[in-house]
């Protein structure tokens, strides 16, 4: 495991002002993914309730704003004393039917990743996650409904560099004929392709450049999936109690039971697109990379993570660059402090594809 504090690897400065207004144009017209140059958190506190996939047990999480530099943290409650789990890929405990965080004293958060994936999707980096309960909801199976409290709050930027976990080489990770590779990119792609016998599903691929926009109207509602026959299985094993047609889309003899069918013909390939933003949040710091993976899953999404964070020579620290608001005299005398548009098209030069 790579030494991840701040000051372990020296934050190197990417992009320059010049012709930022160009590269804006062209960013927007390339389609380019806009990153932003500082720290976000959500605008206000917001609370959801559900149940627990696995547990079956009712749940209530809220959101709350948290201060720059503080990452993603899980605020444990209904333990003897309050534990906070920090959302990184060191406190993984298990990803055999969802990915399990757990704390050095033993408090676990079950299931965190449509959740990781709403808020890394959704550019938010500091965040408190209060939970009472040891596993966070699972809603409708998508991220949509964090999406949709995230936007409720509203986003706010905070005044310091996003800082990103930069690739700097290729890392490959296999594992029973499937397999991940992060690749160099100034920008996050992901390139997900699965292969499923069941026609149902069959082989699926997902490619983009990830921005909010595109995760939430590309992946955010996709559903997770699964088929009766594991279902059956897990519940004979106490798992999957709080799994039904409102949260899973379900297959049985090469056919979707619920009755609404799809949200998209794809809808499969564009789940596990979610589930690998929220896995790769898992890092700890939004990456800067291309991801592809063939017929990947949790746990190889996390081999990635793992390999990539233990190869000192494989990443580095960048921060954004950071623009103070311009100060402008105007000809009655006044300074005004000029909106973030500077930031903007910084930010845009920084997330061009230079490689
Ligand atoms: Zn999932």
Request: aromatic share 6%; charged share 25%.
């Amino acid at each position: 495991m790579g030494d991840l504090s701040i000051g372990a690897k020296d934050a190197e400065m990417l992009g320059d002002n010049a012709s930022s207004s160009l590269k804006l144009k062209k960013s927007k017209m390339n389609g380019r993914p806009y990153l932003g140059a500082k720290q976000t958190t959500i605008g206000r506190a917001v609370a959801l309730t559900g149940v627990g996939v696995h547990s079956g047990a009712p749940v209530s999480i809220t959101l709350q704003p948290a201060d720059m530099n503080t990452g993603i943290r899980f605020a444990v409650s209904h333990l003897d004393k309050d534990v906070e789990i920090k959302a990184h890929c060191e406190f993984v405990d298990s990803l055999t039917l969802c990915t399990v965080l757990s704390s050095k004293c033993g408090a676990l958060v079950a299931t965190v990743e449509h959740l990781m994936a709403a808020l890394r999707g959704m550019s938010i980096d500091n965040v408190v996650v209060e939970i009472d309960s040891g596993e966070v909801p699972i809603m409708d199976g998508s991220a949509m409904p964090f999406v949709r409290s995230i936007e409720e709050a509203g986003t706010v930027e905070l005044d310091a560099p996003r800082r990103f976990i930069k690739v700097l080489k290729p890392i490959q990770v296999e594992e029973k004929g499937c397999w991940g590779q992060l690749l160099p990119f100034n920008g996050f792609r992901l390139d997900v392709e699965i292969d499923f016998e069941t026609p149902v599903i069959g082989r699926q691929r997902f490619v983009s450049d990830m921005n909010p926009e595109v995760f939430r109207d590309e992946l955010a509602r996709a559903r997770t999936f699964g088929f009766m026959a594991d279902v059956e299985k897990l519940w004979a094993g106490g798992h999957a109690l709080g799994a039904s047609l409102d949260n899973t889309v379900a297959i049985d003899d090469d056919k979707v039971v619920n009755r609404e069918g799809l949200r998209f013909a794809d809808e499969f390939v564009r789940h596990k697109a979610l589930d690998a933003v929220g896995d790769l949040g898992l890092a700890g710091y939004p990456l800067l990379c291309s991801y592809k993976s063939y017929r990947g899953g949790h746990a190889l999404n996390a081999k990635a993570v793992q390999a990539l964070l233990a190869d000192e020579e494989a990443w580095t620290f960048v921060d954004a660059p950071f623009v103070a608001p311009a100060r402008v005299a105007t000809s009655d005398g006044l300074v005004n402090e000029q909106s973030t548009g500077s930031a903007v098209m910084v930010a845009a030069n920084f997330a061009a594809d230079r490689n």
